[in-house]
Nanobody, 124 residues
Framework: QVQLVESGGGLVQGGGSLRLSCAASGRTFGSYHMAWFRQAPGKERAFVAAISWTGYSTYYADSVKGRFTISRDNAKNTVYLQMNNLKPEDTAVYYC?????????????????WGQGTQVTVSS
């Protein structure tokens, strides 16, 4: 069983950058497609980005396309989310998630494994 632990969140000014990391334990990390979701106060958990188990295919929500980049290092059992040009509306708790179905999935209930989340706050 893979366990996920996020890190890298924090407070940043608008226009700034952060890089989130999600470290996975377990030997089967490389067989999972990985994704980042986010949840703002009072809102549903929303898809941000996903990457296939090979790392060759990536998918993004329209709201972050061109600003965020998802990547993975299977040798380090880690997936990353580089966030540039951050905006106040990016403020949320960011969650790492894993699925074996497909990296094209965008609904939270299609992901089997979740981290505990890391807070990202963007000031205006």
């Amino acid at each position: 069983q893979v366990q996920l632990v996020e890190s890298g969140g924090g407070l940043v000014q608008g226009g700034g950058s952060l890089r989130l990391s999600c470290a996975a334990s377990g030997r089967t990390f490389g067989s999972y497609h990985m994704a980042w979701f986010r949840q703002a106060p009072g809102k549903e958990r929303a898809f941000v980005a996903a990457i296939s188990w090979t790392g060759y295919s990536t998918y993004y929500a329209d709201s972050v396309k061109g600003r965020f980049t998802i990547s993975r290092d299977n040798a380090k059992n880690t997936v990353y989310l580089q966030m540039n040009n951050l905006k106040p509306e990016d403020t949320a708790v960011y969650y790492c998630a894993a699925t074996r179905i497909s990296a094209t999935r965008r609904r939270p209930n299609e992901y089997d494994l979740w981290g505990q989340g890391t807070q990202v706050t963007v000031s205006s």
